[in-house]
């Protein structure tokens, strides 16, 4: 049993800065890629960006040059730190975690999803 918590999530003016965390626990062999999501609000989930866990990141082009993923692998968390915020990037935020169980004695991975936390940016 894996469990996600989303943090950090607000309302902030444009041009100010939040951090979301996801943090995950339970029986944990190893997290392989992880990544944060985001829908807007009649529009479809879309990739922010993602982090391997060699530490290879992917942004989108909306968010490069202003939004940093990271992630500490001893705590098995997962951070997302957003500058220079415009109202376009007003949605909620999901964190997603491919998880390595053992299950049975052999190693399996699962996709893991976080409840998700409102980013609200006024112009």
């Known amino acids: 049993q894996v469990q996600l918590v989303e943090s950090g999530g607000g309302l902030v003016q444009a041009g100010g800065s939040l951090r979301l965390s996801c943090a995950a626990s339970?029986?944990?062999?190893?997290?392989?890629?992880m990544g944060w999501y985001r829908q807007a609000p009649g529009k479809q989930r879309e990739l922010v960006a993602t982090?391997?866990?060699?530490?290879?990141?992917n942004y989108a082009d909306s968010v490069k040059g202003r939004f940093t993923i990271s992630r500490d692998n001893a705590k098995n968390t997962l951070y997302l730190q957003m500058n220079t915020l415009k109202p376009e990037d007003t949605a909620v935020y999901y964190c997603?975690?491919?998880?390595?169980?053992?299950?049975?004695?052999?190693?399996?991975?699962?996709?893991?999803w976080g409840q998700g936390t409102q980013v609200t940016v006024s112009s």
């Open positions: 997603n975690l491919r998880v390595v169980l053992v299950v049975g004695g052999l190693t399996t991975e699962r996709n893991h």
């Open positions: 339970g029986s944990i062999f190893r997290i392989n890629d």
């Open positions: 982090i391997t866990s060699g530490g290879s990141t």
